[in-house]
């Protein structure tokens, strides 16, 4: 029997129209995919964490004990970019340590966590953390081609995860350029090298991932991740529907509930209708675009791409931009794209493309990425563009977090006056500028406002 994680609530609205789903409508699905039969709902982490407090003025933390408080059955997950947690930069160990106590305690019971680059220096210590406090933690690796993104790699990495501790490893291919002849190979490699439950998490943004995941659950796979129509396919994960029913009967049948999936099916349309009309998600987002196996662009980074190039009226510029990408991925020591690289990588390729000369502009978080700030990228980095980006400036080889002081209680002292609780420290430490505003509106306005889940149970 195969698994199922389900994602539309997490990285299928991610995916397809930027993490614009607002809490009420998260819990209502959340409440009748408790009684489906998943393996675990994947909830919160990613990019839900920033747009509840920048987008929708929603707690961050308040979706995730509303959506605990009608989950009884069923497994609640999350994502989270190991030192870099949920923001675009690394952050000290205390931080890391209290995000993963909080989010257990507030009802988190699986913590998915990878890097970017694949550097296993920056999970050690979300894997103590999480294991610390009673959660499970999965490690999750970016897949990627590349010269030097082979299966041996990938093998080699699952036995630092299987000796780091981790419960359980995922292959997170998060632009849908895994082909099943490969999956085959890959997971038939993992499963011979080590004894961690494995799951595959991928997107349809080129066309292949439902072949992909046959061919990966025949080869053994253990779980996988998919998205309840119509919230599914395109740049988000394959139909879970479709895949249950493609198993039905089979010795790999999930066993989901189909009463209880056609129950939320109403829910799910009205949303992406909702969406559409109001300009949020564009249909583009649904289309299928095998050219995704040359650029090998994820679903999040592409409909972020689109907004940008739409916000400088350059949608006409759109395949250049494709195009450029892995010409940065190459100069950049080819990292996987995802985030945070993925929007480092897009936005740098809209830069050079818009400027008209490759690396004229550069992003900070470029210019960190060079410094060694991000860790250690998977193969060397083009010299003559790094010398042109950051000159003579010190590149550092260690852990980059070993770099930084603790942080939790000092972000704790200057914000006594609108941080009411630890959760409220970690979104003021995630993102500052965001928070505080969020929170100055959120006690300014009402100093005795009650949780926000007691509205939606």
Request: charged share 30%; aromatic share 8%.
């Amino acid at each position: 029997m195969v698994r199922i994680v389900e994602t539309s609530v997490r990285d299928g609205q991610q995916s397809l129209f930027a993490t614009r789903m607002n809490t009420e409508e998260v819990v209502k699905l959340c409440k009748i995919f408790d009684d489906a039969g998943y393996h675990a709902i994947e909830m919160w982490g990613g990019a839900t964490f920033d747009s509840c407090m920048r987008f929708l003025n929603e707690d961050p933390w308040g979706r995730l004990r509303s959506v605990k408080a009608v989950c009884k059955k069923t497994k609640l997950q999350m994502l989270f970019r190991g030192q870099n947690i949920l923001g675009y930069r690394h952050y000290s160990d205390d931080v890391v340590d209290m995000f993963c106590k909080k989010s257990i305690e507030n009802g988190i019971d699986i913590i998915r966590v990878f890097d970017a680059l694949n550097d296993i220096r920056n999970l050690r210590q979300a894997v103590e953390s999480t294991k610390k406090y009673g959660g499970e933690c999965q490690i999750a690796l970016s897949y990627t081609t590349s010269p030097v993104h082979t299966i041996d790699y990938y093998v080699s990495l699952a036995k630092e995860v299987e000796k780091l501790g981790a419960d359980s490893l995922c292959i997170k291919d998060m632009a849908g350029v895994l082909l099943p002849e490969d999956a085959t190979k890959l997971i038939t490699a993992l499963k011979k090298e080590i004894k961690l439950p494995l799951e595959l998490h991928s997107h349809s943004t080129a066309g292949v991932c439902a072949m992909t995941y046959m061919a990966a659950i025949r080869a053994g796979v253990d779980i996988v991740d998919t998205s309840l129509s119509p919230l599914s396919d395109g740049t988000a994960q394959p139909s879970t529907q479709a895949l249950a029913n493609s198993l039905r009967g089979t010795e790999y049948d999930p066993k989901l509930d189909f009463e209880v999936l056609a129950k939320a099916e109403p829910l799910v349309t009205a949303i992406v209708d909702k969406y559409i009309a109001n300009g949020t998600l564009n249909p583009k987002s649904f289309e299928v675009n095998p050219n995704i196996l040359t650029y090998q662009v994820p679903g999040g980074m592409l409909s972020n791409m689109i907004s940008q190039l739409k916000e400088q009226g350059a949608m006409n510029r759109y395949e250049d931009v494709l195009r450029e990408i892995p010409k940065v991925r190459k100069d950049m020591g080819y990292p996987p794209l995802v985030t945070p690289m993925s929007q480092m990588v897009g936005t740098q390729a809209v830069l050079n493309i818009l400027s008209g000369e490759r690396y004229k502009v550069c992003a900070k978080e470029i210019k960190d990425y060079l410094c060694g700030k991000y860790g250690k990228a998977p193969a060397p980095v083009d010299e003559k563009i790094r010398k042109k980006i950051i000159g003579d400036e010190k590149i550092i080889d260690c852990r980059p977090a070993d770099l930084l002081e603790p942080e939790f209680e000092k972000l704790k002292e200057q914000y006594a006056d609108i941080a009411r609780s630890d959760e409220d420290v970690l979104s003021l430490a995630l993102f500052e500028n965001v928070a505080r505003e969020f929170l100055k509106k959120r006690y300014g306005r009402n100093e005795d406002k009650a949780d926000e889940f007691e509205m939606f149970i």
